[in-house]
């Protein structure tokens, strides 16, 4: 049994490990670089807007104008020194997309469109539309985050309606006598989609021991070793300069705790919580209660844990809007980034930078936690195959997350070898897909409603909008007109921040380090009681109301959340009304 | 090209002199949709009646009263199904009368092989009638007496998970039939009419609480068709919201009988089915009634567009049709969907014929039947092609598209983002 504390993660401090010790990971190798262009790099005029003077049509020239979107790109590694290579620009392409390009003129009205309001009197006109025609009714139970896209048509709603259908299938072990939906585990999380993504909603710590843990995990990996040989994302993010901590599956565990098996198999472990009360004084004799966890990992199933193994609590996240996130143009996400911090407002943001299995190239990652997956299609046949153990054409190991080490679980038995091929087949990932893509975002309540109008405009002067953006537009689309050409609001710049030690997971993902985490949209936030019957934020779900969740906010967020904290009660009020309606 | 003829659609029906008026085909549509629910309520009814009588003095023959009624029960009420989409009072009550899947050990016995209770859902074999007190989320139920409002509020959709149902048609279907265990095999439930008997006669156990149970469900159960039936009434709030805007009203016709259709008839509950071969595929799966759970939801979309609707007393309901209206638009147009419809109803009839010959719909579903996979798929492909045909039903009326509109906003200024 291993036991691990919250992480400080303090740079350059030696690891401190062992049963019912903190565990302190090394902060050095986490160090995003530091440094601003040389002045021979060459950009590419058409992928950078800088935000200083975003109606600017073109590129000029010459180190004085580069701004912080530059300094950005350039620390992210889309351009490298030399001559502008394929490579360099991989990241920044829509590969995932069918992209009818968008004209100057429509680009200069959507920089109008999008700019963050300043004019809190009254809604921004479509404001009650956060996901544009995509946008469905609010139902009042339940099934808010259930419905499909407002604009889809009967056939795709067929579509939606079979992949919601194998969402919720429950898998079965092999073999069993319904070839279809046998291959789960053999080790696995959770037998459905929908077992963890509860109402396609958000999942939810274990309220004790005896409680289901079936909606969290835990992910888990080790530093990579020196010898190592460098995997193809290592070896672009290095050509790019981009000095990201290496990290590895675990050798026996892999690259997540699995806590439930199939009959005959060892679960790998338990996930266990404790929390310890932390209060906080607020302004005019207000105050709250943070619930600071630990996570330890209790039976571990295939011997010891390792002692350098990292460990990153998450709760399933809402699964509504993934088609419109996933349709915002890349360079309207990288044109926030600011990792430098040049424009010195204490907020950096870094893009995540993936491997792309399905489009075998790097691409920005936009889902999960900390953005490790570019595309809808990814995110959902990493889960299928990490989560409950089945197999798809892009992950195509029966024995799912098992290893090597993991004899047993790799003999099987498995579901796979029948007709389908994969334990999930082409058809089923491409429908599941489809429905997670289409799962709608809920109309705003009380847009015009004083109190809340005079909540948002505290999230917008409190600084919640420099990593909460509150807008963008959908490239324009063939072939999936659900997502095309939709002004959304889903409240989020989609980029990695420091969040400080507090919410440190100490455990490096691509490019985030251990303190970083994508900012998560907002939309629908506010009805999250109703779907899922508790108010739980964050990756972890350690927070207990969207009140705790700011508190949490640390690093990069921290002057916001001072802010919160210092406010006059009636503002701080405000805010959490206007993120109820969200 | 579109806009063009949408255009000339809405010209040719508002100058058209002698149009079937939207309001009178809204009234139809609301008067059917009120008769509906009433007979399902008045079928109900007799179901409680019957299962009165089956707790008073269980019996062989009383039990296969109460299914035979069930069965009955589920010819109207299907045919309602198609006011579901496009109505959103009707969608968010729905879940409560008609949800499945279910993972019946939430309410009773089930097989040992049934499995799964354990890490999926822990309320799967969680078995209300067997147990008194239990734990949920974290919380001490005392269920010592079974209620509509323990069903409702407490048990239905437990921990968020769907499979929960507690409530409704098919928590009725599984307390009368049981486990429906021969897979894609001939067979349907066969709990024994013991389940109900008194003292030492009883067999499963707790024949008392099952027996409380299934009256608590069926008085849900026709406390949520009153409700219902209300809505649709003179003054009732669905009628109202139908009725208060013409067009809006005509949309959400059609948005019934194309959602219906296409996604959660061809689509959720034919076609899923047939890509797993999986017998709990099955809409109505312990009672093996799913041909008539299909026929039925297909002949209430023919309802919805004739303007016409059978009750079960065999008098007609009928109107100003959504017929007349498109047909005055666009004969072809008509034409076109009235014989897709026909079709459909062929095509279920089919599957309806084959199942009541022996030939359950699980069955169908076997894998390598190709017979009973063409049936169904038959089945699909007329759904499809009716919605086809729906879609030109709405571009015929000028109705606001039901599909993508808004989705090329950002040109149209004035209408952005909606």
Same mark, same amino acid.
């Given at each position: 049994m291993i036991t691990r504390t919250r992480f400080s993660n303090k740079p350059g401090k030696t690891p401190d490990r062992g049963p019912g010790r903190a565990a302190i990971l090394p902060g050095a190798i986490l160090r995003r670089p530091r440094f601003c262009p040389p002045e021979d790099i060459k950009i590419m005029p058409h992928l950078i807007r800088p935000k200083t003077n975003p109606a600017s049509p073109r590129f000029r020239p010459g180190f004085a104008f580069l701004s912080r979107s530059v300094c950005i790109v350039l620390a992210a590694g889309m351009f490298s020194a030399a001559p502008i290579s394929g490579a360099g620009a991989e990241a920044l392409e829509d590969v995932h997309l069918d992209v009818v390009p968008r004209s100057e003129s429509e680009a200069e009205?959507?920089?109008?469109?999008?700019?963050?309001?300043?004019?809190?009197?009254?809604?921004?006109?479509?404001?009650?539309?956060?996901?544009?025609?995509?946008?469905?009714?609010?139902?009042?139970?339940?099934?808010?985050?259930?419905?499909?896209?407002?604009? /889809?048509?009967?056939?795709?709603?067929?579509?939606?309606?079979?992949?919601?259908?194998?969402?919720?299938?429950? =898998?079965?072990?092999? +073999?069993?006598?319904?070839?279809?939906?046998?291959?789960?585990?053999?080790?696995?999380?959770?037998?459905?989609?929908?077992?963890?993504?509860?109402?396609?909603?958000?999942?939810?710590?274990?309220?004790?021991?005896?409680?289901?843990?079936?909606?969290?995990?835990?992910?888990?990996?080790? +530093?990579?070793?020196?010898?190592?040989?460098?995997?193809?994302?290592?070896?672009?993010?290095?050509?790019?300069? /981009?000095?990201?901590?290496?990290?590895?599956? $675990?050798?026996?565990?892999?690259?997540?705790?699995?806590?439930?098996?199939?009959?005959?198999?060892?679960?790998?472990?338990?996930?266990?919580?404790?929390?310890?009360?932390?209060?906080?004084?607020?302004?005019?004799?207000?105050?709250?209660?943070?619930?600071?966890?630990?996570?330890?990992?209790?039976?571990?199933?295939?011997?010891?844990?390792? $002692? $350098?193994?990292?460990?990153?609590?998450?709760?399933?996240?809402?699964?509504?809007?993934?088609?419109?996130?996933?349709?915002?143009?890349?360079?309207?996400?990288?044109?926030?980034?600011?990792?430098?911090?040049?424009?010195?407002?204490?907020?950096?943001?870094?893009?995540?930078?993936? =491997?792309?299995?399905?489009?075998?190239?790097?691409?920005?990652?936009?889902?999960? =936690?900390?953005?490790?997956?570019?595309?809808?299609?990814?995110?959902?046949?990493?889960?299928?195959?990490?989560? /409950?153990?089945?197999?798809?054409?892009?992950?195509?190991?029966?024995?799912?997350?098992c290893t090597p080490a993991q004899e047993v679980c790799i003999a099987g038995p498995h579901g796979d070898g029948d007709e389908r091929v994969f334990e999930i087949d082409r058809e089923g990932l491409d429908l599941v897909t489809f429905y997670s893509q289409n799962l709608a975002v809920p109309a705003r309540r009380d847009v015009d409603d004083p109190e809340v109008l005079r909540g948002k405009q505290v999230f917008y002067e409190s600084g919640c909008i420099a990593c909460h953006s509150p807008k963008y537009v959908t490239h324009r689309l063939e072939g999936q007109d659900e997502q095309s050409f939709q002004l959304i609001w889903p409240y989020s710049d989609f980029l990695l921040h420091d969040m400080g030690p507090g919410l440190a997971d100490g455990r490096p993902e691509g490019v985030a380090d251990g303190q970083e985490w994508r900012t998560p949209p907002l939309w629908g936030i506010g009805l999250t009681e109703q779907v899922n019957g508790h108010t739980r934020f964050l990756h972890d779900g350690r927070a207990r109301s969207l009140l705790e969740a700011i508190l949490w906010h640390g690093g990069e967020a921290q002057a916001a959340r001072d802010r919160v904290v210092a406010m006059p009660a009636g503002a701080r009020a405000a805010l959490i009304r206007f993120l109820e309606s969200l | 090209m579109k806009t063009s003829l949408t255009a000339m659609a809405l010209v040719l029906g508002f100058g058209a002199p002698a149009m079937a008026g939207k309001a009178e085909v809204l009234e139809t549509y609301a008067d059917i949709a009120h008769a509906g629910y009433e007979d399902s309520l008045l079928k109900a009814r007799e179901l409680q009646a019957a299962i009165e009588t089956l707790l008073a003095d269980p019996s062989p023959e009383a039990l296969n009263k109460a299914r035979a009624i069930w069965i009955e029960a589920r010819v109207p009420y299907q045919q309602t199904e198609v006011y579901r989409f496009g109505n959103p009072i009707v969608d968010d009550w729905e879940g409560k009368v008609n949800a499945w899947p279910l993972d019946e050990g939430l309410i009773d016995y089930v097989d040992t092989a049934y499995g799964g209770a354990t890490d999926e859902n822990q309320l799967a074999a969680l078995n209300v009638v067997a147990n008194p007190t239990f734990t949920l989320s974290g919380e001490d139920i005392d269920a010592s007496e079974i209620t509509p409002e323990l069903l409702a509020d407490r048990l239905h959709e437990a921990d968020a998970v769907e499979a929960n149902v507690a409530t409704g048609y098919h928590a009725i279907e599984f307390l009368l039939w049981g486990q429906d265990l021969n897979g894609t095999g001939p067979g349907a439930g066969e709990r024994p009419w013991t389940d109900y008997a008194s003292g030492d006669a009883c067999t499963g156990g707790n024949c008392d609480r099952r027996g409380a149970y299934l009256t608590a469900a069926t008085d849900l159960l026709i406390s949520d068709l009153e409700w219902m039936t209300a809505q649709w009434a003179e003054g009732g709030a669905a009628r109202a919201a139908v009725t208060a805007d013409e067009d809006a009203g005509i949309v959400a016709m059609l948005t019934g009988m194309g959602s219906l259709s296409y996604g959660e008839q061809a689509g959720e509950r034919m076609k899923l089915g047939v890509m797993l071969n999986d017998p709990e595929e099955e809409h109505d799966c312990f009672s093996d009634n799913t041909h008539n759970s299909h026929f039925y939801d297909g002949l209430g979309v023919r309802n919805v567009y004739m303007g016409e609707y059978v009750r079960i007393d065999g008098s007609v309901v009928s109107g100003e049709s959504l017929s007349s209206l498109v047909a005055q638009s666009d004969e072809s147009v008509d034409a076109t969907l009235r014989t897709d419809l026909n079709a459909t109803m062929i095509e279920l009839g089919q599957i309806k014929a084959a199942a009541e010959a022996g030939l359950s719909y699980d069955q169908m579903l076997a894998r390598g039947n190709e017979d009973g996979e063409a049936l169904i798929m038959d089945a699909v492909d007329a759904l499809v092609k009716q919605t086809r045909s729906i879609e030109r039903a709405v571009a015929a009326l000028g109705v606001a598209q039901i599909g993508f509109e808004g989705s090329d906003s950002l040109d149209n200024p004035d209408a952005v983002f909606q």
């Open positions: 009205r959507i920089r109008k469109v999008t700019a963050p309001t300043t004019e809190f009197d009254a809604p921004e006109p479509f404001e009650t539309n956060p996901a544009g025609a995509a946008t469905v009714r609010a139902r009042k139970d339940a099934d808010a985050f259930s419905l499909p896209s407002g604009n /889809i048509s009967f056939g795709h709603e067929m579509d939606f309606k079979v992949g919601n259908g194998l969402f919720k299938k429950v =898998w079965v072990s092999s +073999p069993a006598s319904t070839k279809a939906s046998d291959g789960l585990g053999p080790v696995y999380n959770a037998r459905s989609c929908q077992r963890c993504h509860l109402k396609d909603g958000r999942g939810h710590p274990p309220e004790d021991d005896d409680d289901s843990r079936v909606s969290m995990f835990l992910r888990l990996s080790v +530093p990579a070793h020196a010898d190592n040989a460098m995997t193809e994302i290592e070896t672009y993010l290095a050509a790019q300069g /981009i000095d990201t901590p290496r990290s590895r599956p $675990d050798p026996v565990y892999g690259g997540q705790l699995q806590d439930l098996a199939v009959t005959g198999h060892a679960a790998e472990g338990q996930m266990r919580i404790t929390y310890e009360e932390v209060q906080i004084a607020l302004s005019d004799g207000e105050s709250a209660t943070l619930h600071a966890p630990s996570y330890r990992i209790a039976d571990p199933g295939y011997g010891p844990l390792s $002692d $350098d193994l990292m460990i990153s609590p998450r709760v399933a996240p809402q699964m509504i809007g993934l088609g419109l996130i996933e349709a915002i143009p890349s360079a309207d996400i990288l044109a926030k980034a600011d990792p430098d911090d040049l424009d010195g407002d204490g907020i950096s943001g870094r893009a995540q930078i993936v =491997w792309s299995r399905a489009h075998e190239r790097p691409m920005m990652g936009r889902f999960g =936690w900390k953005a490790g997956n570019p595309t809808v299609e990814e995110q959902s046949a990493s889960a299928f195959a990490g989560d /409950i153990g089945i197999s798809n054409p892009l992950f195509p190991g029966a024995a799912g997350d | -």
